[in-house]
């Protein structure tokens, strides 16, 4: 048996998965009121040992802890050095786990740990060069070549939402103008329906949204589009393509044999997946759903000492 710790800025997830990566027993504590590392890491030191005992399991048959942190982490010491979030000030949790529970511990960056769960036990099983992208408040990226994850100088590789589609576009949360995912995240997808709601109140996108308070969210446009609405569905191209620009730099460089969609939005299935399937239908690289969801992470995490660094 093995453990899988994902941690997140509002809550961590803690699970012991059997040797085919099937969740067995899992729990959840949150953490978005931490203050200091101390209280951070007894949070998942006593989650971690309340969910060992109250599934009365024997410490002994645990032969490895994975666990995925937000930010900056040092793989090879096993410090999670900082995260925007979540009080980590080169929390050696890597060590902290080994103390405590007797079995050697790894960590890696928890978008590295979501493309590795696909790999072990997803979507992209069998398949040796793989990019997830995570649509969400940004574009998250987790790089297979070759089997093995790429993680760059100081494990900074991935960072795909980063790369510049538009010279001419929105500053990003980064610094730089026109950034992927000021075009292509779920965030912008939602802002952008939001903005041109505002000038269409008569619409079914705006009436949508007037009925949600004046907020529209991931599922908002899928509603409007499945009725028809033209400027739902307008939006919905043009996100499409900013998608498309991105998807087609990451083929051109990496020419992975999948492309794995994870985040929320990728729940949409082939309302998403369809266009964009069509968007580079000339290569054969495949593009797919994550199928782990939310438990990607978790399970990534379990599987990091199958990972060759
Ligand atoms: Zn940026």
Redesign the pocket.
Known sequence: MKIGIDLGGTTVGIGVVDENYKIVAETEMRTADCKTPDELASIVLEGTRKLIESNHIDQKDITFIGMGCPGEIDTEKGIAVAADNLPIEKSPFAKLLTETFGAPARLDNDANCAAWGEHMAGVSKGYKNIVTVTLGTGIGGGIIVDGKLLHGKENHAGEI??MVIDIHGKR?????IG?W??MASTRALIKEVEHQARYAPNSRLGKLIAANGGHANGKTLFIAMSEEDNMARSIFNDWIRALEVGMWNVINIFRPDMIVISGGISNEGETLLAPLRNAVGKCSTLIRAGRLGGNAGLIGAAALDEMVI
């Open positions: 939402g980063h990003c949360g980064c610094g730089r950034c995912e000021t």
